[in-house]
């Protein structure tokens, strides 16, 4: 981590980060150091490049002022450059991996995996709570919702925190939450936005639930207004399974039924291949609005 003791109180610092991971990179930071001691909260965005209500509500939070802060706020607003610049979808245009299923990372690997050992190492390990905004990528639309390790309590109520109604326990073994979680550090992924929009109300959605974990957390003097959620247990994330155009007939947001057809993939010569078919009861988390579908893709994530 960078060298947090020497910094003055009350202030805000910021630059760029160039770590060796075997590629040139630039990896802005701000680090809100309070007037007064307390614990230290990481808010990283920018796992995925083109997630940009995550991205800008990140920058955002580098406006509190410090001198209100009890504690010191490292903020990380684009973590993956390379896929910021290439508006790349889901991964990075280096090794061509997704960040988000290579947590811990390692310290010997391609550029994506030292990428994520280095900020799990120096900045996740380090801190004593962990906020990662992200959002639907540019194909996704996406019901907002707050992802955190299942069983992990403190993670669990740092997500009620953050306000956003929908929570997902997650049985994950390698996103961004599931490193802190390890650690016992409380550790939340939380979602909003997508299709490469970042509209006003979701940029503030995020900004808004990272200023309510700095009150949880005690960073931040305030009332936290209570608000309601759910707790989603039973998922059922959708793949398709072969190369083609893809019709989903459900939205973010629906409810829609077990054995309910939520979508279908047709062959190029729009000849149907597979039924998109739910096997679950639940509200649709995401669903993928690219007319363009690889196999493997995800479709749809529905949540219970
Ligand atoms: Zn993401």
Not at 2 to 21: F, H, I, V
Not at 58 to 78: E, F, H
């Amino acid at each position: 981590m960078l060298d947090l003791e020497n910094l003055a109180a009350g202030t805000l610092s910021k630059g760029y980060l160039s770590p060796k991971l075997g590629y040139p990179v630039k990896i802005p930071y701000f680090i809100l150091k309070g007037a007064k001691p307390g614990p230290t909260v990481l808010v990283t965005a920018g796992v995925h490049g083109a997630e940009y209500a995550s991205i800008d509500a990140a920058y955002r939070v580098t406006k509190l002022d410090p001198k209100t802060l009890s504690g010191t706020v490292v903020i990380l607003p684009i973590i993956s450059t390379p896929a910021f610049t290439s508006r790349s979808i889901y991964i990075n245009p280096i090794d061509y991996k997704n960040l988000n299923r290579l947590f811990p990372g390692m310290a010997e690997g391609t550029f994506g995996e030292k990428l994520v050992y280095w900020l799990t190492e120096e900045f996740i390990c380090k801190a004593d709570a962990y906020i990662d905004l992200h959002g639907g990528d540019m194909i996704e639309a996406l019901t907002p919702f707050t992802i955190y390790q299942a069983g992990h309590t403190s993670s669990h109520e740092l997500a009620k925190a953050f306000g956003i109604e929908l929570l997902v326990a997650s049985d994950s073994e390698i996103m961004s939450f599931t490193a802190g979680a390890r650690q016992d550090i409380p550790s939340i992924l939380a979602e909003a936005s997508g299709q490469g929009l970042w509209l006003e109300a979701e940029v503030e959605r995020l900004r808004l639930g990272v200023e309510r974990c700095l009150i949880h957390l005690g960073l931040l003097e305030g009332e936290l207004e209570p608000k309601p959620h759910k707790d989603l247990s039973e998922f059922a994330w959708l793949r398709s399974e072969h190369e083609g155009l893809w019709y989903p007939y459900a939205v973010a947001g629906d409810r829609v039924k077990k054995n309910q057809v939520v979508g279908e993939v047709k062959s190029l010569l729009g000849e149907p291949l597979q039924q998109a078919i739910s096997s679950i009861d639940g509200i649709v988390l995401f669903s993928v609005s690219s007319l363009a579908i690889n196999a493997d893709d995800p479709l749809l994530g529905i949540g219970a």
